[in-house]
């Protein structure tokens, strides 16, 4: 495997020059595709800002695991190598059928870092927006259901995930026809760890996320709890339900000011379909203060059933 040397883009091993800016590539795994001795590369799934995401087989029980690679330009930043860390930490905490399954975490002797994790077959809900625009309400519910009671099960361990999104969100697709979702990417996950001495990565006065899911706290840099995350899956149960988002912009802090001082457009108004009683449960999600909405995910995933009967 190759990166770019300005952009930090993924390539394989036989592309040298970068297809999106022209500069000169290098390798990042000289001689080989085996990682660390333990993973076989077989081919890129995505990539992202932090790094690249591969399919790969696991040496000596042959299982087939999605392996995620900090992007090098990082590994000599402390700070992002301890929240690449803080990943596999977070992740790995989290029991629940419906969190991805982290195996393994490590850095190699040429200073890549790596995650491996559970590969899964399906599609983001993001992928699967695009295609359907407007879910049916049963769906959302059996979507987000899982969602929730996953979110709360990391709750329940101090982790507030910070960046839920139809992106970080997969339907996994089941051998009986069925989907399961799971929820990925806990790579800017707020641990609120009473450890003594450990240093908050993403604490009071940053606003690290995705603005258009941002709750108005997190979009002011405050302390973050559960509650926010909530805000997240109000604003991903809205664009579920309508194709459209709460807010609408064109820039990352037109969405961060609506947040903060705007009221969303009402869910009826983007969807006049959705039942009354749906659009009070979402649209309290999206509360300005965080003792407006539901208290916890668990208990928004519950409202959101209670409307659908």
Request: glycine share 8%.
């Amino acid at each position: 495997m190759r990166t770019c040397l300005i952009c930090k883009r993924v390539y394989d091993d036989e592309v040298s020059f970068c297809e999106a800016d022209g500069a000169q590539t290098a390798s990042i795994m000289p001689g080989s595709r085996l990682l660390d001795g333990k993973y076989e590369i077989d081919r890129l799934l995505g990539q992202g800002g932090m790094g690249a995401v591969f399919v790969a087989t696991q040496h000596g029980i042959e299982r087939q695991v999605a392996v995620k690679l900090i992007n090098p330009s990082f590994v000599s930043n402390d700070q992002a190598l301890e929240r690449f860390k803080r990943e596999a930490l977070a992740t790995g905490r989290v029991k629940h059928p419906n969190a991805i399954t982290v195996y393994d975490f490590g850095v190699t002797k040429e200073g890549v870092a790596y995650l491996a994790m559970e590969y899964l077959a399906g599609a983001s809900l993001r992928e699967e927006l695009a295609k359907v625009r407007v879910m049916e309400a049963s769906r959302v519910v059996d979507i987000l259901g899982p969602v929730c009671s996953a979110i709360e099960s990391a709750h329940r361990q101090n982790i507030v995930h910070r960046d839920l999104k139809p992106d970080n969100i997969f339907l996994e697709a089941l051998d009986d026809g069925t989907e399961a979702p799971k929820v990925l990417d806990f790579g800017i996950a707020k641990l609120r760890s009473a450890q003594a001495g450990a240093p908050d990565l993403t604490g009071e006065g940053s606003s690290i996320g995705t603005p258009a899911y941002m709750s108005p706290e997190q979009a002011k840099g405050l302390h973050l709890d559960a509650r926010s995350d909530v805000y997240a899956l109000g604003v991903i149960a809205y664009e579920m339900l309508s194709g459209a988002l709460p807010f609408q912009s064109t820039s990352p802090m037109g969405y961060l000011v609506q947040h903060m001082m705007e009221a969303p457009i009402p869910l009826s108004a983007a969807n006049p379909r959705i039942a009354p009683q749906l659009e009070t449960v979402v649209m309290q999600a999206l509360g300005k203060a965080p003792e407006a909405r539901p208290q916890s995910a668990l208990e928004f995933g519950r409202g959101l059933a209670a409307a659908l009967e």
